[in-house]
């Protein structure tokens, strides 16, 4: 039982990097392969701060996404103000991922490829699913407001987007700055989860993961690619005896899909509690009339 709690735990802490990624490639159309970079800065910071500093737990959670957000900007107005795009800016952070994950390796602070042992372990399954909820919740508010809206018509079409006086540049900053912060809370997460954390958790492997949640759960949702990261994780841990096979398992999990469900799991729709609601109806209706026959 501890070890599926702890699965549970692990699915809610990459929820919220996954649905902060989501508005950025999702919702603005721009694709990052190097998210896994603001999650190990999150990390650090927070862990850090609580390892050297004994510092209150929350108030390194909020440093981590501070952290985050700002390198976000150093990363985003170059790239963002000369429009890079499609391949170009994926390229841009994975070398950023990169980057990171070496200077993490050669700072003495951070204790280099050896990680930092014995952090506190303040991150429990309630917590996990608080912030996790928390997340979703201003998640969808977001998009449901103005930049929110201006993001879907930038996604949609840059060129109309702009010539109805949205200013690209911002609307996509903003994205990057929220989701940068997301991934920070979800690093910050993580290192008081595991207790225990180094660069190499935090390669393109990770980046890649959370990218093709979002892209297999549905570009223009928030629930989808929740239900993508749950699959991702659970199925794989589901078949750790079978070592080799868990990759094989992942991999085929994508392929069906992309075969399948090409807009991916949700596409362009959102799983309410409404339709959690019927579900449950229809699955207990589907019960009833089978005992009627029998």
């Known amino acids: 039982m501890d070890y599926i709690l702890g699965v549970i735990a692990v699915i809610c802490i990459e929820t919220i990097a996954t649905v902060g990624l989501a508005v950025f490639t999702g919702f603005t159309g721009l694709f990052s392969l190097g998210h896994a970079a603001f999650m190990a800065i999150g990390a650090y910071t927070a862990a850090i701060l609580t390892y050297f500093y004994n510092a209150p737990f929350i108030l390194a959670l909020i440093a981590g996404m501070i952290m985050s957000g700002l390198i976000s900007i150093i990363l985003g107005f170059p790239t963002l103000r000369a429009k890079l795009r499609g391949d170009y800016f994926a390229i841009a952070t994975l070398g950023f991922g990169e980057a990171i994950r070496v200077i993490l390796e050669n700072m003495s602070i951070t204790q280099g490829a050896r990680g930092l042992p014995g952090i506190k372990h303040y991150t429990t399954l309630p917590v996990a699913i608080f912030f996790a909820v928390l997340v979703l919740w201003l998640t969808k508010?977001?998009?449901?407001?103005?930049?929110?809206?201006?993001?879907?018509?930038?996604?949609?079409?840059?060129?109309?987007?702009?010539?109805?006086?949205?200013d690209l540049f911002k609307v996509r900053m903003l994205s990057l700055i929220y989701s940068a912060m997301c991934a920070g809370l979800a690093g910050g997460l993580f290192a008081h989860y595991l207790n225990f954390i180094q660069p190499v958790m935090f390669t393109s492997i990770l980046s890649t993961r959370l990218t093709s949640a979002v892209v297999a759960g549905g570009m223009g949702s928030i629930t989808g690619p929740v239900i993508a990261v749950a699959l991702f994780?659970?199925?794989?841990?589901?078949?750790?005896?079978?070592?080799?096979?868990?990759?094989?398992?992942?991999?085929?999990?994508?392929?069906?899909?992309?075969?399948?469900?090409?807009?991916?799991?949700?596409?362009?729709?959102?799983?309410?509690?409404?339709?959690?609601?019927?579900?449950?109806?229809?699955?207990?209706?589907?019960?009833?009339?089978?005992?009627?026959?029998?």
């Open 141 to 166: 508010n977001f998009i449901w407001s103005k930049y929110g809206r201006n993001a879907i018509a930038v996604r949609e079409d840059a060129v109309a987007a702009e010539m109805a006086g949205i």
């Open 233 to 294: 994780i659970a199925v794989p841990e589901l078949l750790r005896v079978a070592n080799m096979w868990r990759l094989v398992a992942y991999g085929l999990i994508l392929v069906l899909i992309m075969i399948y469900r090409p807009s991916g799991i949700m596409g362009y729709h959102e799983l309410s509690f409404e339709a959690i609601k019927n579900l449950l109806r229809w699955i207990s209706r589907g019960k009833t009339a089978g005992r009627k026959e029998m």
